[in-house]
């Protein structure tokens, strides 16, 4: 899968580094999240993409 986070959109909430720690974290120092791993095959990929507020993340 490839994963796409549109950061202008995120508010940095966190769901996505909870629910997967493994591919998104959120950057402390800019309060928004990053993808650590944007070819990840993890299945807790399509759970943070459903459960983003805001629908920034898509995954391919």
């Known amino acids: 899968m ?3 986070l ?3 959109k995120c508010i ?4 996505c ?3 997967c720690p ?3 974290r ?6 928004v999240t990053e993808v650590l791993s944007p070819d ?4 807790c990929v399509q759970e943070a993409e459903s459960s983003c507020p805001v629908s920034c993340i898509r995954v391919e």
Do not use: A, L
Request: net charge negative.
């Open 40 to 43: 990840s095959d993890n299945p």
């Open 26 to 31: 959120v950057n402390e120092e800019t309060s």
């Open 2 to 4: 490839k994963i796409f």
């Open 6 to 8: 549109d950061q202008q």
């Open 17 to 19: 580094s909870q629910v």
């Open 12 to 15: 940095g909430c966190g769901v």
């Open 22 to 24: 493994e591919v998104f």
